[in-house]
């Protein structure tokens, strides 16, 4: 089992940059896909974001394609993304999650972190 701890979200004006960190602990995180999704109030969660084990592969929502970018660290047991020209639409609770799977479905990650906060002033 591998833990995961959201980190580095806040508020930012639109436009402005964020770099969320997700840290593990655990099982060897480097045996692990892992992803980012985020949540709205009042809406579901949505995939943001894809890493696979090694890192040679990634993938994106078109919502957030050319101004997010999810990079690792397997030395450091860290999973990064980073967010340029943020939106107000982008506001929400992101979590990333780990998972066996390099998917884009919430259920192929079995493990979540708590999630952090994303607010987007206009």
């Known amino acids: 089992q591998v833990q995961l701890v959201e980190s580095g979200g806040g508020l930012v004006q639109a436009g402005g940059s964020l770099r969320l960190s997700c840290a593990a602990s655990?099982?060897?995180?480097?045996?692990?896909?892992v992803g980012w999704f985020r949540q709205a109030p009042g809406k579901e969660r949505e995939f943001v974001a894809a890493i696979s084990v090694t890192g040679g592969r990634t993938n994106y929502a078109d919502s957030v394609k050319d101004r997010f970018t999810i990079s690792r660290d397997n030395a450091k047991n860290t999973v990064y993304l980073r967010m340029n020209s943020l939106k107000p639409e982008d506001t929400a609770v992101y979590y990333c999650a780990a998972g066996f799977v390099f998917g884009t479905i919430g259920f192929q990650y079995p493990y979540w972190g708590q999630g952090t906060q994303v607010t987007v002033s206009s």
């Open positions: 655990g099982r060897t995180f480097s045996n692990y896909a």
